[in-house]
C-alpha cells in the first residue's frame, strides 16, 4: 500500500514560519513529480508548488517569494518551507505525488490526507 504521510501543519501567527514534510513509502515505481496542493473551506483545490525528480519548480503566483519546495529523492521526501505566511495561506495542505510511465504502462497518481495549517491574524 503507498503511503503519503504528511507533517508539520499547525497554527503560527501572521508573518510566521512552518515547515511541511511528505514521506511517500511502498510505491513499486519510481516517483517523478512531487507537490503541495491545498483547499480552504468552501473554496477549490490548487496547486502550491511542485517539483520534478530533475529539480524544476513551478509555483503558484500568490505564494512565490514566500514558499519554497525542495526534494530528498533518496528518501521520496517533499519539502514546503513557508515563511511570511498570512492568513490567506489557511489551507489543509495535501501532498501529491506520480510516478513515472513504463512503456505504455499506466503511472500512477497518490495523495497524502492532508495536514493542517492555520495562519491567524
Known amino acids: 500500500q503507498v503511503r503519503l504521510v504528511e507533517s508539520g501543519g499547525g497554527l503560527v501567527q501572521a508573518g510566521g514560519s512552518l515547515r511541511l514534510s511528505c514521506a511517500v513509502s511502498?510505491?513499486?515505481?519510481?516517483?517523478?513529480?512531487m507537490g503541495w496542493y491545498r483547499q480552504a473551506p468552501g473554496k477549490q483545490r490548487e496547486l502550491v508548488a511542485e517539483?520534478?525528480?530533475?529539480?524544476?519548480?513551478n509555483y503558484a503566483d500568490s505564494v512565490k517569494g514566500r514558499l519554497t519546495i525542495s526534494r530528498d529523492n533518496a528518501k521520496n521526501t517533499v519539502y514546503l518551507q513557508m515563511n511570511s505566511l498570512n492568513p490567506e495561506d489557511t489551507a489543509v495542505y495535501y501532498c501529491?505525488?506520480?510516478?513515472?510511465?513504463?512503456?505504455?504502462?499506466?503511472?500512477?497518481?497518490?495523495w497524502g490526507q492532508g495536514t493542517q495549517v492555520t495562519v491567524s491574524s
Open positions: 501529491h505525488a506520480d510516478t513515472f510511465r513504463i512503456g505504455p504502462g499506466p503511472s500512477y497518481d497518490y
Open positions: 511502498g510505491s513499486l515505481f519510481r516517483i517523478n513529480a
Open positions: 517539483s520534478t525528480s530533475g529539480g524544476s519548480t
